[in-house]
C-alpha cells in the first residue's frame, strides 16, 4: 500500500491530453514539493517535473505539473507513443524522521 | 556529466548480505546526498534510505531499520549500501540517485536476487 494515491493505469490516442492524479496528506505533498519521474520499460527511472512543475532540462513542455493542497498532477498533452511508460509521483514526508515516500505508479498506454 | 554507476548483478542465499556499491562522477561528490531506492520484479518504486557524504550522516526507511548500512568513501566518490538478513521479498533491482531538486540522475540498478 503506498502512501501516495496514483490510479493504476491511464490511456490515451497520440495527440491527445492524459492527467494523472496523486492523493497525499498534510505531512507529505500537503507541505512538500511533488516530484514526478518516467520510467520507460526496464530503464532507470528519470526525473520528469521537480518543485511541483518545473521541467529538467531537456524534457519537452508536453509534460507539466502542478499542485493543490494534499494533490498533485502530471498532465502530458499532445501524446505520444514514446510516452508509453510508467509514471510515478513522490514527495518527502515529515512523519517516521522524515523519508521519501512513492506513489503506486500509473502505466500510461497510448 | 552527473553520472552514478553501480555494481554488478548479485545472487543471494536468505540470510546473507549483500553490497552494492555507487561510483559518482561529474560533480563534487560531498555536495549532494544520495538515495537508495528498490523496486521488487513488477512492483513499484521503495525508498530505503538517504546518506549525505559530505558528513556521513544517514536517514533509513524504519522497515529497514536494523537490516541496512550506508557508507561513503570521499577518496574514491563512492556509497555502498549494505543490507543483510536477505529473505525473497529483498528480490529486487536497487537504484541509487543523486538528490538535486528531485532525484536525479539514477544509476543504472543493480539487480539482487536472493534464493533459499
Known amino acids: 500500500q503506498s502512501v501516495l494515491t496514483q490510479p493504476p493505469s491511464a490511456s490515451g490516442t497520440p495527440g491527445q491530453r492524459v492527467t494523472i492524479p496523486c492523493s497525499g496528506s498534510?505531512?507529505?505533498?500537503?507541505?512538500?514539493?511533488v516530484n514526478w519521474y518516467q520510467q520507460l520499460p526496464g530503464t532507470a527511472p528519470k526525473l520528469l517535473i521537480y518543485?511541483?512543475?518545473q521541467r529538467p532540462s531537456g524534457v519537452p513542455d508536453r509534460f507539466s505539473g502542478s499542485k493543490s493542497g494534499t494533490s498533485a498532477s502530471l498532465a502530458i498533452s499532445g501524446l505520444q507513443s514514446e510516452d508509453e511508460a510508467d509514471y510515478y509521483c513522490?514527495?518527502?514526508?515529515?512523519?517516521?524522521?522524515?523519508?521519501?515516500?512513492f506513489g503506486g505508479g500509473t502505466k500510461v498506454t497510448v | 556529466q552527473v553520472q552514478l554507476v553501480q555494481s554488478g548483478a548479485e545472487v543471494k542465499k536468505s540470510g546473507a548480505s549483500v553490497e552494492v556499491s555507487c561510483k559518482a562522477s561529474?560533480?563534487?561528490?560531498?555536495?549532494?546526498?544520495i538515495h537508495w531506492v528498490r523496486q521488487a520484479p513488477g512492483q513499484g518504486l521503495e525508498w530505503m534510505g538517504i546518506?549525505?557524504?559530505?558528513?556521513?550522516?544517514?536517514r533509513y526507511a524504519q522497515n529497514l531499520q536494523g537490516r541496512v548500512i550506508m557508507i561513503s568513501d570521499s577518496s574514491t566518490s563512492t556509497v555502498y549500501m549494505e543490507l543483510s538478513s536477505l529473505t525473497s521479498e529483498d528480490t529486487a533491482v536497487y537504484y541509487c540517485?543523486?538528490?538535486?531538486?528531485?532525484?536525479?540522475?539514477w544509476g543504472q540498478g543493480t539487480l539482487v536476487t536472493v534464493s533459499s
Open positions: 561529474g560533480y563534487t561528490f560531498t555536495t549532494s546526498p
Open positions: 540517485a543523486r538528490d538535486a531538486p528531485g532525484i536525479t540522475p
Open positions: 513522490a514527495a518527502w514526508d515529515n512523519s517516521l524522521n522524515g523519508r521519501v515516500v
Open positions: 498534510r505531512s507529505n505533498i500537503g507541505t512538500n514539493t
Open positions: 518543485s511541483s512543475n
Open positions: 546518506i549525505n557524504p559530505s558528513d556521513g550522516s544517514t
